[in-house]
């Protein structure tokens, strides 16, 4: 069992920046990779960044290109996320999540749900304009 615990969301103007952080717990599990997703209201969750567990190789959706990095501290078991330029369309809760199929990750799957076994219960981020 994993459990995953984000934290480090609110409310923001635009044009500024968060760090989200997801701390991960637990046993028996070998995770392979760690992803933010969000989900806006009334829109499919989406996935936003993603990385694999030795951070050799990462993914980002081109809505967050060049603004959101991901990052994680292994030693704390960490995976961390960092907003740059938020605009209102950012505005979401954000889910960290653990998988570990990673045929399907580096075949392009890194933003599927389908592909993560466990969950985070989310941390609001609210832009305004």
């Known amino acids: 069992q994993v459990q995953l615990v984000e934290s480090g969301g609110g409310s923001v103007q635009a044009g500024g920046s968060v760090r989200l952080s997801c701390a991960s717990s637990?046993?028996?599990?070998?995770?392979?990779?760690m992803t933010w997703f969000r989900q806006a209201l009334g829109k499919e969750r989406e996935g936003v960044n993603s990385i694999s567990i030795d951070g050799e190789r990462t993914y980002y959706a081109d809505s967050v290109r060049g603004r959101f990095t991901i990052s994680q501290d292994s030693d704390k078991n960490t995976v961390y996320l960092k907003m740059n330029s938020l605009k209102p369309e950012d505005t979401a809760m954000y889910y960290c999540?653990?998988?570990?199929?990673?045929?399907?990750?580096?075949?392009?799957?890194?933003?599927?749900?389908?592909?993560?076994?466990?969950w985070g219960r989310g941390t609001q981020v609210t832009v305004s304009s």
């Open positions: 999540a653990a998988g570990q199929r990673s045929w399907a990750w580096y075949g392009g799957g890194w933003s599927s749900p389908t592909n993560y076994d466990y």
């Open positions: 637990g046993y028996g599990y070998n995770r392979k990779y």
